[in-house]
């Protein structure tokens, strides 16, 4: 089992549709929770940090399921430029560990 | 300031040629990370710097040498490469290699080895 795991993508979707990703870790003792988000060569940027109770900004809102080991982002009202490739990065005992990505395609 | 710069953004060396890709950051982050990426893959950790000394070395090839001369500075030396280390290499940057906050990446060097 890998120690980060995120839905294989792509996920083609509609303008204006709601998208959600999920992430799964396998370390309990997990410490803290990112979504980076890539465009097509360009670097890595962090989009969201995830907290434990939950956090949102504009259309974009993170969660934190301790219990099952989760981790999701949901993106309301989608747009063109969501385009990208969003990645789960946990931090474990002081090791950020990348989940593999899931391609978003968003279609006019 | 709250960016990372590297540079050059993009590098075409033979296989003997030696480069260095450089990196750089002024939020006084001890620690500084140098990953290699391959299209549609993941960024893989190369190396860890943390106060400017080596903390980690994922097994990564001698070829590609590694030097923080200070706590803002990060170089990556070259020296050998093959046609496969060809990829996006990106420097970032955190407070401490012991905090839980998030990693700064800096923009990339696009190498191409020919």
């Known amino acids: 089992r890998k120690e980060v795991e995120q839905d294989p993508g792509p996920f083609n979707v509609p303008e204006g549709a709601t998208v959600a990703f999920n992430c799964t870790y396998s370390n309990s003792a997990s410490q803290s929770f990112f979504w980076y988000r890539q465009d097509c060569r360009k670097e890595p940027k962090l989009l969201m940090s995830v907290y434990s109770s939950g956090n949102e900004d504009g259309r974009f809102t993170a969660q934190l399921n301790r219990a099952s080991q989760y981790i999701s982002l949901l993106i309301r009202d989608s747009k063109l430029s969501d385009s990208a490739t969003y990645l789960c990065v946990v931090n474990s005992n002081y090791q950020l560990i990348w989940g593999a990505g899931t391609k978003l395609i968003i279609k006019p | 300031d709250t960016e990372v710069t590297q540079t050059p953004k993009h590098l075409v060396m033979g296989m003997t040629n030696k480069k260095s890709l450089k990196c750089e950051q002024h939020m006084g982050h001890r620690a500084m990370y140098w990953y290699k990426q391959k299209a549609k893959k993941p960024p893989e950790l190369m190396f860890v710097y943390s106060y400017e000394k080596l903390s980690i070395n994922e097994s990564v090839p001698s070829r590609f040498s590694p030097e923080c001369p200070n706590s803002s500075l990060l170089n990556l030396h070259l020296h050998a490469l093959q046609p496969e280390d060809s990829a996006l290499y990106l420097c970032?940057?955190?407070?401490?290699?012991?905090?839980?906050?998030?990693?700064?990446f800096g923009p990339g060097t696009r190498l191409t080895v020919l």
């Open positions: 970032a940057s955190l407070l401490t290699d012991s905090s839980y906050n998030e990693q700064f």
